[in-house]
T-cell receptor, first 114, second 113 residues
Framework: DAGVIQSPRHEVTEMGQEVTLRCKPI?????LFWYRQTMMRGLELLIY????????DSGMPEDRFSAKMPNASFSTLKIQPSEPRDSAVYFC????????????FGSGTRLTVV | GESVGLHLPTLSVQEGDNSIINCAYS??????FIWYKQESGKGPQFIID?????DKRQGQRVTVLLNKTVKHLSLQIAATQPGDSAVYFC????????????FGRGTSLIVHP
């Protein structure tokens, strides 16, 4: 099992550019979560999907952020336009239908907006 | 080891010592708790969990204690090793609710050889 796979591992972009982060959940997991981690705020839940359907996006900071899950094996988090304050590590996690213990994080994407 | 303000609490120990990392949770309805370890450049990884019907659970070199009365959780690491250096997070889950973990701010553990 390759675990939750995120790409890219690092992204440096200029302010105003569009950024797309990608996630492949563990096969068989039906829930997917996007988190943002900063020193100031810790781990923040941005949005989560259940069976490819967005359930709660109340954590998405602004309309500049959007997330999609077109199928069970792929999700994207897009920031357009990006701003320096979006610099953070973005984690994707997935969990199976019985989520206890099965909640698994990817290795994250470190985003730097200059 | 509790979170204060915006700064990440830090615990420094010598190799071989026992470490205790503390966590205060907020939701009295939470009935499942997990400790995660996050090493530099990696995502949080599951260490040990405990249900609210228990007050102690032991794993390999780790023990989690739960005090529901004061909503407090602790992680004890025996014979701490340099490889234990990481940020440790507790997470609380209300299994009768959304099943979404709520994470604490984390404690940085530094083990000196």
């Amino acid at each position: 099992d390759a675990g939750v796979i995120q790409s890219p591992r690092h992204e440096v972009t200029e302010m105003g550019q569009e950024v797309t982060l990608r996630c492949k959940p563990i096969s068989g997991h039906n829930s997917l979560f996007w988190y943002r981690q900063t020193m100031m705020r810790g781990l923040e839940l941005l949005i989560y999907f259940n069976n490819n359907v967005p359930i709660d996006d109340s954590g998405m900071p602004e309309d500049r952020f959007s997330a999609k899950m077109p199928n069970a094996s792929f999700s994207t988090l897009k920031i357009q336009p990006s701003e320096p304050r979006d610099s953070a590590v973005y984690f994707c996690a997935s969990s199976p239908p019985s989520p206890l213990r099965g909640y698994t994080f990817g290795s994250g994407t470190r985003l730097t907006v200059v | 080891g509790e979170s204060v303000g915006l700064h990440l609490p830090t615990l420094s120990v010598q190799e071989g010592d026992n470490s205790i990392i503390n966590c205060a949770y907020s939701n009295s309805a939470s009935d499942y708790f997990i400790w995660y370890k996050q090493e530099s450049g990696k995502g949080p990884q599951f260490i040990i969990d405990i249900r609210s019907n228990m007050d102690k659970r032991q794993g390999q070199r780790v023990t989690v204690l739960l005090n529901k009365t004061v909503k407090h959780l602790s992680l004890q690491i025996a014979a701490t090793q340099p490889g234990d250096s990481a940020v440790y997070f507790c997470a609380e889950i209300e299994t009768g609710g959304s099943y979404i973990p709520t994470f604490g701010r984390g404690t940085s553990l530094i083990v000196h050889p």
